[in-house]
């Protein structure tokens, strides 16, 4: 009669088989290229400070790159750029078309700094012709980028945008939230495109679930007017301006 194997004995004959590499994984883990890849953050990071370390008092504005010329969006832009200009902040965009362009033409065009932190994409984005010369720098890592935006930020304006956009005033909000900035005023302008989502995080984040409180909303503002959102960036600030972190 035929001896059943016990459960110790049929595991000694198990075959042990190599991994299998999954199908969509395409590059192994590589000491040497991550780490020169450190070199290169570490030079994007000092080309980032090197530019901003005369830029004084400065504000990031961002939105859609879809917005076109002669749009009311970009005539707002264009508009914030010179008012901020003309209260001494440098302007500071992501270098690209539509509300960064407008924001740098403004800026430049009233005689301010006009600073392009632009991003490497497969799709080419192009600094826009409104940047300072000495104040463009060119990222290929989104981190880095985001680091020099809000570090030297006394306001983050945020017209109308999409993904983008979005991100980088989440990513705000969660950093002075959780403590790792310093406060700073988020200002999102046109009331009629983000009032849905102020509202939302104001009805359900905080007040229906909990999740965030109060004070977290303290320093978000919804806004139309141009001069109102100077006003704004001016009272956050009555003792003077300083870096994030």
């Not at 980088?168 to 403590?179: P, R, Y």
């Not at 310093?182 to 495109?193: A, E, M, T």
């Amino acid at each position: 009669m035929e001896r059943h194997r016990t459960a110790s004995e049929a595991s000694k004959e198990k075959v042990v088989l190599p991994l299998a590499k999954h199908p969509g994984f395409t590059r192994e883990s590589d000491f040497m290229v991550d780490g020169w890849r450190v070199f290169k953050i570490m030079a994007e990071f000092v080309s980032g400070f090197e530019t901003m370390s005369d830029a004084g008092p400065a504000v990031t504005v961002f939105g859609s790159t879809r917005v076109k010329s002669g749009s009311a969006e970009y005539l707002l832009a264009e508009k914030l750029g010179k008012l901020l200009a003309a209260e001494g902040f440098s302007v500071i965009t992501g270098g690209g078309p539509g509300v960064m362009e407008a924001a740098n033409k403004g800026a430049q065009g009233a005689g301010g700094r006009s600073i392009g932190f632009n991003i490497k994409l497969p799709n080419q984005q192009y600094p826009n012709k409104y940047i300072d010369q000495d104040k463009l720098v060119s990222f290929q890592y989104f981190f880095v980028r985001k680091v020099m935006f809000i570090k030297y930020a006394q306001a983050f304006i945020a017209l109308p945008g999409g993904f983008g956009t979005l991100d980088e005033v989440a990513e705000a909000i969660t950093l002075i939230q959780t403590g790792k900035s310093d406060r700073f005023p988020v200002i999102l302008v046109g009331k009629s495109y983000w009032e849905g989502f102020y509202r939302w995080i104001q009805d359900t984040m905080q007040k229906e679930k909990g999740y965030i409180s109060a004070d977290d909303l303290g320093f978000i503002y919804l806004e139309d007017s141009p001069e109102e959102v100077i006003a704004i960036i001016k009272g956050f600030y009555p003792d003077g301006y300083s870096l994030n972190f």
